[in-house]
Nanobody, 131 residues
Framework: QVRLAESGGGSVQAGGSLTLSCAVSGYTYSRYCLAWFRQAPGKEREGITAIYTGDRSTWYGDSVKGRFTISQDSPKSTLYLRMTGLKSEDSAMYYC????????????????????????WGQGTQVTVSS
């Protein structure tokens, strides 16, 4: 059973940087998908980036492309989200999620993170960006 635990959230000024971590444990396979989602008050939870652990290929949503970086040292290690150039609209609860069936990866690339594809979730960590 996969378990995920986020940390690293906090308050930061616009233009600043922050790195989130997600401890991954309890999973025996080496090929699956991990993603970061976020949810602001009154809005839908949106996928912002994903990684396929088989070859570390990635996908980024337009709202974070060029500013955020997803990474993982090895398939069973901690997942990271490096966030730079933060904006007030990045304020949200951030969740890491696992797609243990690797549904995100087909046709040789990582597809956009869709909430229904991810079956395991962390508890979330809050990010607040002040302008």
């Amino acid at each position: 059973q996969v378990r995920l635990a986020e940390s690293g959230g906090g308050s930061v000024q616009a233009g600043g940087s922050l790195t989130l971590s997600c401890a991954v444990s309890g999973y025996t396979y080496s090929r699956y998908c991990l993603a970061w989602f976020r949810q602001a008050p009154g809005k839908e939870r949106e996928g912002i980036t994903a990684i396929y652990t088989g070859d570390r290929s990635t996908w980024y949503g337009d709202s974070v492309k060029g500013r955020f970086t997803i990474s993982q040292d090895s398939p069973k290690s901690t997942l990271y989200l490096r966030m730079t150039g933060l904006k007030s609209e990045d304020s949200a609860m951030y969740y890491c999620a696992a797609d243990t069936g690797a549904r995100c990866y087909y046709a040789d690339y990582v597809h956009p993170a869709e909430r229904n594809d991810y079956d395991t979730w962390g508890q979330g960590t809050q990010v607040t960006v002040s302008s």
